[in-house]
T-cell receptor, first 114, second 117 residues
Framework: DAGVIQSPRHEVTEMGQEVTLRCKPI?????LFWYRQTMMRGLELLIY????????DSGMPEDRFSAKMPNASFSTLKIQPSEPRDSAVYFC????????????FGQGTRLTVV | AQKITQTQPGMFVQEKEAVTLDCTYD???????LFWYKQPSSGEMIFLIY??????QNATEGRYSLNFQKARKSANLVISASQLGDSAMYFC??????????????FGKGTKLSVKP
């Protein structure tokens, strides 16, 4: 398996534009997590899914952020409209539904909003 | 309230010496897992070691060991014989297995380790 695949790796956009980040989890994994990493706040959990169903989205900063998982092999994180304070590295991770298994991370998407 | 606390923003260690990175956690879930990840300057997240809440023995993986003290709710990472390549950010994480947030994976703010030659 190629691991968790995120796209794009880098995104530069203007304030007010819509941004869509994509994630392909490892095949067979039941859980998918979206994180945001900044120097100030560290690694924040935004939302996670179990079997394509959102379980906890309390980490989503505001209504400008939305996430979907239409099937087991694809998830998106959308920001509309984007703001400069959204600039961060966004990670997607997936794991099996077993207690002792680690989460595997994608390479991350570095988002810059100017 | 923070569920994972890493009190050391930065640490220095001399090459070939051992170092302990602190992690305390907070949960009322009787079943949970504790993880440590390494993030080098290149940015990827690398899994290092896992400890289950019911595991009787401390986990070990090569030069990494986890000093698990359940009563104190601490899960410190010990790196023996530090190498220059160990310089990185280290994150402690917890996954709860029951309750409304079953399966979530929460991270601490990390500790930046610098290994001096």
């Amino acid at each position: 398996d190629a691991g968790v695949i995120q796209s794009p790796r880098h995104e530069v956009t203007e304030m007010g534009q819509e941004v869509t980040l994509r994630c392909k989890p490892i095949s067979g994994h039941d859980y998918l997590f979206w994180y945001r990493q900044t120097m100030m706040r560290g690694l924040e959990l935004l939302i996670y899914f179990n079997n394509n169903v959102p379980i906890d989205d309390s980490g989503m900063p505001e209504d400008r952020f939305s996430a979907k998982m239409p099937n087991a092999s694809f998830s998106t994180l959308k920001i509309q409209p984007s703001e400069p304070r959204d600039s961060a590295v966004y990670f997607c991770a997936s794991t099996l539904d077993r207690r002792n298994t680690e989460a595997f991370f994608g390479q991350g998407t570095r988002l810059t909003v100017v | 309230a923070q569920k994972i606390t890493q009190t050391q923003p930065g640490m220095f260690v001399q090459e070939k010496e051992a170092v302990t990175l602190d992690c305390t956690y907070d949960t009322s879930d009787p079943s949970y897992g504790l993880f440590w990840y390494k993030q080098p300057s290149s940015g990827e997240m690398i899994f290092l070691i896992y400890q289950g809440s019911y595991d009787q023995q401390n986990a070990t993986e090569g030069r990494y060991s986890l000093n698990f003290q359940k009563a104190r709710k601490s899960a410190n990472l010990v790196i023996s014989a530090s190498q220059l390549g160990d310089s990185a950010m280290y994150f402690c994480a917890m996954r709860e297995n029951y309750g409304g947030s079953q399966g979530n994976l929460i991270f601490g703010k990390g500790t930046k380790l610098s290994v001096k030659p």
